[in-house]
């Protein structure tokens, strides 16, 4: 291929002029794995690797053609919310009694009022009280202020973020599923839910659905999933849009006997909030008159006239770009974006726009001609600009360790702890990674065995075959930067 032999022959210029050492040959058999790949025959590969010292190129293969990067977009917006909102920065979510209390009957309503906070009630990060935690101690400060009756409404109020809580080029079959879930003004859980599947050995057979872990009121699921054979993994996927009750299962999963997971997206988190104070308030002997509802339903936001009960307060944001970018979670991707916005008084209806992450980057000194940011995940497919971006802004933020620090470290860390063991990556390759249909990309820093630095950008668009094949060969050629030799200066 013809962009496979020019690295190639960058590659020669950069390595000993003759009889190049074995690293050397090692990198240029991995290269010509790839360009003997049938699935890059119609492929575009972009691929930029500069020299941390000073700024120099090592190679570059269409550097400059914009390329769809998927969740290597998150190494962009955990940067900026780094510098524009600090590393010590946090998330609150605040309850407030908004109505007189007469003998122990609250003559108004309770609200919980949404700061943005992704990691309220997450199943998954240890810095944050879980779901159970913050539904007890909600309701616990309820009970505190002597509270028995409640004539109002409990109202979960995500208006802090609007209700465009998702972007609206994210495709179709992502919606219903844990990695498509808005980032709304009060999220709970991760937005998430668990629907666990009773499984048989029975091929073609649809698989009972046991359980949904957290309830969801009114949430009704048409199950169309179907037994395959064996070993052919998690092919089921969950159909539905925000604030819809009606979700879809289609697809398949493997058989056998045990329980088998898949997760889906909340269809309404401020919502599902207020449902879970109210029936915790119940379950404590607090009596409610009306039912759990949201601020966009009863279009009564808070006003500011109540007073706050309780509140709770996120990790701070290097903690939050740390999940970002190890676990590459959309929801916290497409939080920060939000709260870049906010934090710059954008108006509400605009907080999903990525522009001012765009002009950030031009602030910083770092070219972003031919560069599309479309939401701050990287999920959606039009987002696209060229590999140098990102080894530009690597490049920029080489000395900064907190942000290094929250990208996966091969062998030890978040998506790649359990990848390159016993290889030459191991504990010297940070790659954040990202992949949608049709894509495979990396892109972080390389700290060589011979004390030279790194900073790579791969990006791999429109291959065909086997997206397990893409993602073998583009380790290779990382395990490979680690030990090629390089021309020195």
């Known amino acids: 291929m013809r962009h496979l032999l020019i690295l190639l022959s960058l590659l020669s210029a950069v390595s000993c002029a003759t009889d190049p050492p074995l690293a050397a040959q090692r990198l240029e058999e991995a290269l010509l794995e790839l360009e003997n790949n049938p699935s890059l025959f119609h492929a575009q590969l972009g691929l930029s690797v500069v020299d941390l010292d000073n700024g120099s190129i090592i190679a570059s293969i269409e550097s400059e053609r914009a390329l769809i990067p998927a969740s290597t977009q998150k190494l962009i917006t955990t940067a900026a919310a780094l510098d524009m909102l600090g590393s010590s920065a946090r998330f609150r979510t605040r309850l407030f009694v908004d109505g007189e209390i007469d003998q122990g009957t609250l003559k108004g309503h309770i609200y919980i009022v949404g700061g943005g906070d992704p990691t309220l009630g997450s199943p998954n990060m240890d810095e944050a009280k879980d779901l159970s935690q913050v539904v007890d101690a909600w309701a616990t400060a309820v009970r505190a202020k002597g509270i028995r009756r409640i004539e109002g409404y409990v109202i979960g109020d995500g208006s802090y973020y609007g209700t465009a809580g998702l972007d609206m080029n994210w495709?179709?079959?992502?919606?219903?599923?844990?990695?498509?879930?808005?980032?709304?003004?009060?999220?709970?859980?991760?937005?998430?839910?668990?629907?666990?599947?009773?499984?048989?050995?029975?091929?073609?057979?649809?698989?009972?659905?046991?359980?949904?872990?957290?309830?969801?009121?009114?949430?009704?699921?048409?199950?169309?999933?179907?037994?395959?054979?064996?070993?052919?993994?998690?092919?089921?996927?969950?159909?539905?849009?925000?604030?819809?009750?009606?979700?879809?299962?289609?697809?398949?999963?493997?058989?056998?006997?045990?329980?088998?997971?898949?997760?889906?997206?909340?269809?309404?988190?401020?919502?599902?909030?207020?449902?879970?104070?109210?029936?915790?308030?119940?379950?404590?002997?607090?009596?409610?008159?009306?039912?759990?509802?949201?601020?966009?339903?009863?279009?009564?936001?808070?006003?500011?006239?109540?007073?706050?009960?309780?509140?709770?307060?996120?990790?701070?944001?290097?903690?939050?770009?740390?999940?970002?970018?190890?676990?590459?979670?959309?929801?916290?991707?497409?939080?920060?974006?939000?709260?870049?916005?906010?934090?710059?008084?954008?108006?509400?209806?605009?907080?999903?726009?990525?522009?001012?992450?765009?002009?950030?980057?031009?602030?910083?000194?770092?070219?972003?001609?031919?560069?599309?940011?479309?939401?701050?995940?990287?999920?959606?497919p039009r987002n696209y600009f060229p590999p140098r971006l990102l080894t530009d802004l690597l490049y920029l933020l080489r000395e900064d360790e907190e942000f290094r620090g929250t990208i996966p470290l091969a062998g030890r860390s978040g998506s790649l702890r359990n990848r390159f063991r016993n290889t030459a990556a191991e504990g010297r390759l940070y790659a954040k990674s990202g992949s949608l249909s049709g894509v495979r990309a990396y892109a972080g820093y390389v700290f060589r065995t011979d004390g030279r630095k790194l900073a790579f950008c791969i990006m791999v668009n429109n291959y065909s075959g086997s997206s397990s094949d893409i993602s073998r060969q583009l380790q290779q050629f990382m395990v490979s930067l680690c030990t090629a030799e390089l021309e020195e200066g």
């Open 171 to 380: 495709p179709w079959s992502d919606l219903g599923n844990y990695y498509g879930a808005g980032a709304y003004g009060l999220n709970l859980h991760e937005n998430l839910y668990y629907l666990d599947f009773r499984r048989t050995n029975q091929i073609g057979s649809t698989p009972e659905v046991a359980r949904i872990r957290p309830q969801i009121p009114e949430l009704f699921i048409q199950n169309e999933v179907r037994i395959a054979e064996a070993g052919t993994g998690d092919n089921a996927y969950i159909y539905g849009a925000p604030f819809n009750y009606q979700h879809f299962l289609r697809g398949t999963i493997p058989a056998g006997s045990s329980r088998f997971t898949i997760k889906g997206s909340l269809p309404d988190p401020p919502l599902f909030a207020a449902q879970q104070l109210q029936s915790r308030l119940e379950e404590m002997g607090i009596e409610t008159v009306r039912p759990a509802t949201s601020a966009r339903l009863l279009e009564l936001p808070y006003t500011g006239s109540g007073q706050e009960i309780h509140r709770i307060e996120s990790p701070g944001m290097l903690d939050i770009c740390k999940r970002t970018n190890l676990r590459s979670v959309n929801l916290y991707a497409e939080a920060l974006l939000r709260e870049i916005n906010k934090s710059r008084a954008t108006e509400v209806f605009s907080l999903g726009s990525p522009e001012r992450v765009l002009d950030w980057l031009g602030e910083k000194g770092i070219s972003t001609a031919g560069a599309r940011l479309d939401d701050g995940s990287g999920l959606s």
